[in-house]
């Protein structure tokens, strides 16, 4: 199982940019997606979580500005950030919890990080 994450870039503040982080491998089934993230000198932490359902929760420093949303079909997870500050400048990571066979314990999946850089 991979996950491969991409979008990110350098942007000016007040900009938007989206990511895209795509499963494959041997799947049977993916419960949550999500995206964290981790700036330079700081603990990762979580940006926005999706069930496979369609519910979501946030960080409260991003409401408002980020939308996760994901394609079940495609086992694809997204994120849409708009009005971009300085302070959302980290790597981000995707993930899903995912099952590969019937009956199989649900393990944890990562990316491998994508950049994002706010700066003008």
């Known amino acids: 199982v991979q996950l491969q994450a991409s979008g990110g870039g350098l942007v000016q503040p007040g900009g938007s940019l989206r990511l895209s982080c795509a499963a494959s491998?041997?799947?049977?089934?993916?419960?949550?997606m999500g995206w964290y993230r981790q700036a330079p000198g700081k603990q990762r932490e979580l940006v926005a979580v999706?069930?496979?359902?369609?519910?979501?929760n946030y960080a409260d420093s991003v409401k408002g500005r980020f939308t996760i949303s994901r394609d079940n079909a495609k086992n694809t997870v997204y994120l849409q950030m708009n009005s971009l500050k300085s302070e959302d400048t980290a790597v981000y990571y995707c993930?899903?919890?995912?099952?590969?066979?019937?009956?199989?314990?649900?393990?944890?999946?990562w990316g491998q990080g994508t950049q994002v850089t706010v700066s003008s």
């Open positions: 993930n899903a919890d995912l099952t590969v066979a019937v009956g199989s314990p649900v393990f944890r999946y």
């Open positions: 491998g041997s799947i049977f089934s993916i419960n949550a």
């Open positions: 999706i069930t496979r359902g369609g519910s979501v």
